[in-house]
């Protein structure tokens, strides 16, 4: 097999993909021999034409306050031309063809290759180059590059729990990913559907067949974590846009942050959560957030919704949040009986049935009949690509299984950042029980025994020096502010590669590690009511990363003139247009010295 040789190699053709090839080539010069490698047929990662299933929506509202600004939108590449209607959810279709037309722009569409999945990447320390393996059998092909850039999310591959006799079922059984290949055929003829968990994917699904007239049966697991904070476009009782509280830094400090020296208002933090008065505060400000989402959502009007009320405390969430983006009430289709909840557990399917116990009232089974079973389940977060040398994923800063140390918290730098997490952040010490008789969802898999997080340093790279600045980690979180995240991470990752990231230099190995270490345990005491636990998940901190990113990058990371505008005027992508050409004009004006 001949091996190709290339000097960059970006997997992923999403959000972060398109934006890490575009700002690569941006700063090195298009000659840069780089490719990207897509595994589906089509470009957009969760807004690829095959996941863009009937009335999915952004949760993001394009222009809701100045109609030409959106918060779902590249800083240098702005959607109003794609006829989007002010004050509306940008529909999928439209979120693709936008994604699609900033490859074709920025020179990288025409250096996608689609259909080719990354099967292995193997490190060859001698000459610091990553060996690929593209596809398998005797149609795989090599590559070997210099530079290497994972930017396949943590939403690529989906997790499918595995059933007891899910083989007699005999009716379509598929993630909510596959929506779109059932969908067509479902709405057609089926009277019932099942749909299993309680994410936003669920909610879709639900309400794409209730809408049209079919029944649904609405299954989440008693042993589970329940339904995700589903809010309204606007919230507090001041009806504030919840895409622009989240970036206003105001309101940022009323979530602890371990990152936030960067953001240069650590003193106020440290009153906000390091004081009893603060710590009323910030109780008070996220009781009224919550109350004020159950308030309007009306869970507790009807015997059916009050079972829809979130388990999780809304202070411990974060990127499970999502907004409710439908065009109807979605709660009516519950309260009229088009939807049935059912807090149980699947027990066992057999021929066209889902046989559901629920542990409390043993006695008390049920029997549903069903057409389908759509899974809303979730991910397998750790990147579906096998690495060379064996066991290299804890260097890299990768999901892995440690087996002589099953706990992570027993480790003894884990210790260290646990002590000094809760030590300026006391309140993360006052965990909740989300459900008492919590289990995991199996899935029969090696992801089942998983038993570390992410742990990568800035949330990019791994946490050692020995790859030596080779290769890159884009998109391994979840926030809901994904366009201006890919755009700076972008330009860190172009800096970090090509060894003009200073601080990279400066730091030690222990440093990095450190770092790497404190911010990904962080992640378990923040976010425990989100996805914390396995890798980074944050809402109102996204302000003091950007921040941190731009301040390693040499560039002004507080954006806006004037304290009233930094501190009350929310942020969003057209604050991080020029980033980009600052860094490049700052490094040539170096190179020139």
Request: with cysteine.
């Amino acid at each position: 097999m001949a091996t190709e040789k290339v000097d960059v190699v970006v997997v992923g053709a999403g959000w972060y993909g398109l934006c890490v090839a575009k700002t690569y080539l941006q700063v090195n010069g298009p000659e840069t021999n780089l490719v990207v490698l897509e595994e589906a047929a089509t470009a957009g990662g969760v807004w690829a034409k095959h996941r863009l299933y009937p009335g999915l929506k952004s949760n993001n509202q394009y222009g809701l306050y100045d109609p030409n600004l959106g918060t779902y939108e590249y800083p240098d590449f702005p959607m109003k031309p794609f006829n989007v209607t002010p004050g509306t959810h940008i529909p999928g279709d439209t979120i693709h063809e936008y994604l699609v037309a900033y490859a074709k722009k920025f020179g990288v569409y025409g250096k996608i290759r689609f259909g080719s999945k990354m099967t292995t990447a193997e490190y060859k320390s001698a000459d610091n180059q990553w060996l690929l393996t593209v596809g398998e059998g005797p149609a795989a092909k090599s590559l070997l590059t210099d530079k290497l850039v994972l930017a396949t999310g943590v939403t690529s591959e989906p997790f499918l729990p595995v059933f007891k006799e899910e083989g007699a079922f005999d009716r379509p059984l598929f993630h909510a990913k596959d929506l779109l290949h059932h969908s067509d055929e479902l709405l057609k003829n089926a009277k019932s559907v099942t749909v299993f968990g309680g994410s936003k994917s669920a909610w879709d699904a639900v309400y794409l067949f209730a809408s049209n007239g079919i029944k649904v049966d609405w299954v989440v697991r008693s042993k589970g974590s329940g339904f995700c904070w589903m809010s309204p476009p606007k919230v507090t009782p001041a009806k504030k846009w919840i895409e622009k509280l989240i970036t206003t830094r105001f309101l940022t400090w009323f979530s602890p942050c371990i990152w936030d020296e960067a953001d240069g208002y650590a003193g106020v933090r440290n009153f906000m959560h390091g004081t009893m008065l603060g710590r009323g505060i910030v109780n008070t400000f996220f009781g009224i957030l919550g109350g004020d989402v159950a308030t309007l959502n009306g869970y507790d009007n009807h015997p059916e919704t009050k079972k829809m009320k979130p388990l999780t405390n809304p202070f411990f969430i974060a990127s499970t949040l999502s907004i409710l983006n439908y065009p109807t009430d979605i709660f009516e289709y519950v309260r009229n009986g088009t939807v049935t909840i059912h807090i149980k557990d699947i027990e066992h399917l057999s021929p066209g049935q889902i046989h559901l116990s629920d542990p409390a009232s043993p006695e008390e089974s049920t029997v549903l009949s069903t057409d389908a079973l759509i899974c809303s389940t979730g991910w397998k977060y750790k990147p579906h690509v096998k690495f060379l040398p064996e066991g290299i994923e804890k260097d890299l800063g990768l999901p892995y299984v440690n087996r002589e140390i099953p706990d992570y918290a027993d480790e003894e730098l884990t210790k260290k950042a646990d002590a000094e997490i809760l030590k300026k952040y006391p309140r993360l010490a006052d965990q909740p029980v989300v459900n008492p008789n919590y289990q995991p969802l199996q899935g029969g898999s090696e992801h089942d025994e998983l038993n570390r997080p992410f742990r990568l340093w800035r949330l990019i790279a791994p946490p050692t020096k020995q790859f030596r600045n080779s290769i890159a980690f884009c998109g391994a979180l979840m926030n809901l502010d994904t366009s201006i995240t890919a755009h700076i991470q972008s330009l860190w990752t172009a800096a970090y590669l090509t060894n003009q990231l200073q601080p990279a230099e400066e730091k030690s190995e222990e440093d990095i590690e450190w770092e790497a270490t404190l911010w990904s345990r962080f992640g378990r005491w923040r976010t425990s009511g989100g996805y914390g636990r396995r890798y980074p998940d944050f809402v109102f901190d996204s302000v003091a990363y950007f921040s941190h990113l731009l301040r390693d990058l040499g560039v002004e990371p507080l954006r806006k003139q004037g304290l009233y505008n930094r501190v009350f005027n929310p942020y969003g992508p057209e604050d991080y247009v020029t980033v980009v050409d600052e860094w490049v004009d700052k490094n040539k004006k170096v190179v020139d010295a």
